[in-house]
């Protein structure tokens, strides 16, 4: 395994972790008793990051990651991170809300679906414009205090909030949307973002030693080859709701993959190693948020630890998406 490490956090953290939206069964492809297995896979060989949220599967995502990591005995091998701002309820309509008393109930939440008695990185999941930072900033303050979590992380948030909020609390982690075919991407599932990832975050997390997790590396799917022949998501998948997988823009997205696939043929590299690779290119990358749902796609991503890319795969690479250098 490849560690990397940051300033802020104590612990060397594994270049690729495991995104674990899949294990709550909002994708076609989830199920429990793979989830289980490929967890245990990634302990195995020493992926020691996992990321979760409350509102993956609606809790279902952390009760799975945490019963597996309880029952094999294998809790304190690696770091939870969590999030919380997203309270939903019976209809599973969310609302953003980082007050102090929904950040104690929720934090909670967590801590019983993951079976522990602490969350190693908690992270704002979406900014709450109705709610002060110095609120917030407060109720993670006291939760550090109670041992409930270990660092602070932020998620989707523009830089002028983060560093508005390092005047209160100390905040060792960024996550954002980051793949070769989003790198400065202004929109997710619809939804406007306020930050550009090259442009501002990496220069910014570089700078305050903070630790970066990309999410959706591997773009839904789209980077490992899911989407070539076309979208065969099935109305209950989330992915449906991304406009860039089963909109207008789909086509142009996914004749970009099918040429980062025709590259991959010549060097002889499978697309999905090839978006992990241009990742962990990047020296601000700490871990790689990589969704799986099966072994079979864990091993497929650990391989990419097994190759490095050289500077003229990534000028290829740089021609096929520069056109989506800032959609």
């Given at each position: 395994m490849?560690y990397?490490?940051?300033?802020k956090?104590?612990?060397?953290i594994?270049?690729i972790?495991?995104?674990?939206?899949g294990?709550?069964?909002?994708f076609d492809t989830?199920?429990?008793?793979?989830?289980?297995?490929?967890i245990?896979?990634?302990v195995a060989?020493g992926?020691?990051?996992f990321?979760?949220?409350?509102v993956?599967?609606?809790?279902?995502?952390?009760?799975v990651?945490?019963?597996t990591?309880?029952?094999e005995?294998v809790?304190?091998?690696?770091?939870i991170?969590?999030?919380g701002?997203l309270?939903?309820?019976d209809s599973?309509q969310?609302e953003?809300n980082?007050?102090?008393?929904?950040?104690?109930w929720?934090?909670d939440q967590?801590?019983?679906?993951?079976?522990?008695?602490h969350?190693d990185i908690y992270?704002?999941h979406?900014?709450d414009?109705?709610?002060?930072?110095?609120?917030t900033?407060e109720?993670?303050?006291r939760?550090?205090q109670a041992?409930k979590i270990?660092?602070?992380?932020?998620?989707?948030?523009k830089?002028?909030?983060v560093e508005?909020?390092?005047?209160?609390?100390?905040v060792?982690?960024?996550?954002?949307?980051y793949?070769?075919?989003?790198?400065?991407a202004s929109s997710?599932?619809?939804?406007?973002?306020?930050?550009r990832v090259e442009k501002?975050?990496?220069?910014n997390v570089k700078k305050?030693?903070?630790?970066f997790?990309?999410?959706?590396?591997?773009?839904q799917g789209l980077l490992?080859?899911?989407f070539?022949?076309?979208?065969?998501l099935?109305?209950?998948?989330?992915?449906q709701?991304?406009?860039?997988?089963s909109g207008?823009?789909?086509s142009?997205?996914q004749?970009?993959?099918?040429d980062l696939t025709?590259l991959g043929?010549?060097?002889g590299k499978?697309?999905?190693e090839?978006?992990l690779?241009?990742l962990?290119r990047?020296?601000?990358?700490t871990?790689?948020?990589?969704?799986?749902?099966?072994v079979?796609?864990?091993?497929?991503?650990?391989?990419?630890?097994?190759?490095d890319?050289d500077?003229?795969?990534?000028?290829?690479?740089a021609?096929i998406?520069?056109p989506?250098e800032?959609?």
């Open positions: 490849i990397k490490k940051v300033e956090i104590q612990e060397e594994s270049a972790g495991v995104g674990c939206w294990f709550g069964g909002d989830s199920d429990d008793s793979s989830a289980r297995e490929a245990l896979t990634a060989e992926i020691n990051l990321d979760v949220a409350p993956y599967g609606w809790g279902h995502a952390e009760e990651l945490g019963k990591l309880q029952e005995g809790r304190d091998k690696v770091l991170a969590t999030k701002g309270r939903f309820g599973h969310t953003n980082l007050t102090r008393e929904s950040l104690f929720e934090v967590s801590l019983t679906r993951l079976r522990t008695d969350i992270q704002l979406w900014p414009p109705a709610t002060p930072l110095e609120e900033a109720a993670l303050s939760l550090k041992g270990r660092y602070v992380g932020m998620s989707n948030y830089q002028a909030d508005a909020m390092m005047e209160y609390i100390g060792e982690c960024q996550q954002g949307l793949n070769m075919l989003e790198p400065n997710y599932h619809g939804i406007p973002l306020d930050y501002e975050i990496l220069p305050f030693g903070q630790a997790l990309p999410y959706s590396p591997l773009f490992a080859g899911r070539n022949e076309g979208n065969p099935s109305e209950k998948d989330i992915r709701a991304n406009p860039k997988l207008l823009e789909f142009l997205y004749k970009a993959a099918c025709a043929e010549k060097y499978p697309l999905n090839i978006a690779n241009w962990r990047q020296e601000a990358v871990s790689i948020i990589a969704g799986v749902s099966s079979r796609q864990m091993e497929q991503n650990l391989h990419s630890l097994t190759w890319m500077d003229g795969m990534m000028a290829e690479i021609k998406t520069a989506f800032n959609r």
